[in-house]
């Protein structure tokens, strides 16, 4: 069976970074904007989604790095199930996380904690409270020690609390972590770990993938899987049971190989699955299945 016919979920993208251009242009951008988009942003857009059909992409959860990205995100998955957008003529259904991004911890989460609330709030008293809300997690929040963007403590203590509102909304956490794992864990160990939680974009190998399983947590394989030199992920994902185990593009970063180097986008997603297939000696119908499944309980949707 072609990849192309599979259904695939991408479950960490950030689609909105090329989107919302009128919004942007009514204030300066913030620090957790991204790039600008320019006049074509809707033209773009609508392409990268039916790309995304065609590689057989039906669902896909747009990832908020701050209070600004993450209302954007909400508005982008919002505006996916309007009546006449592109993304249901595709067959696409979107969701959001609101969170702040270890990068950006200095700005505070009141920003993003207030993003949810509302949110939370608007979509209990819409006209259709049968709908679930658009967020279905925090974060992405974490750890990241390879930058350095923000005090490693004030990273830590935005952390812990965006796991406490992950925690008190009954939401999933989406966790960022790189060369911070001791910490990340301490974290955890000190808070609690919520029920739903993934460790997104994966770049451990097995050591990390067990200590992550142990608590409970699912992995998601990014297009690093593809890469040359990542033959510690291919471990992590060979060991990662099907039942914990998430694909995405983390889009417009790390396009897999063969694309390489170039902005990424959801369609992708099942070149990464392919390469997770492959590693665990699986079809890429099964891994498609499978990671689908495992996406939708983990952001119970």
Known sequence: ??????????SHCHLQDEFLEEARGRGEPGPDAGPASNGEHATALNAALARASEAGVTRLVCVGTGARSSEESVALARSFRAPGSAARAEGIEAWATVGLHPHDASDGVDGAAAVLDDTLRADAQGPDTQEASVVVAVGECGL??????????VQRD??????ELARSHGLALVIHTREAWDDTFDVLASTGVPERTVFHCF???????????????SLSFSGIVTFKTAGDVREAAQLCPLERLLVETDS??????PHRGSVNE????????????????????VVAESSTRCARAVFDI
């Open 1 to 10: 069976m072609s990849d192309a016919v599979l259904e695939w979920f991408d």
């Open 144 to 153: 990241d020690y390879h930058y350095d963007h923000s005090p490693r403590d």
């Open 158 to 163: 935005a952390f812990a609390a965006q796991i």
């Open 203 to 217: 770049t451990g190998g097995p050591t990390e993938a067990r200590r992550c399983l142990d608590l409970g947590a």
């Open 252 to 257: 417009p970063f790390l396009a897999p190989v």
């Open 266 to 285: 959801p369609a992708r997603v099942s070149l990464v699955g392919a390469a997770v297939a492959k590693a665990k000696g699986l079809t890429a119908e």
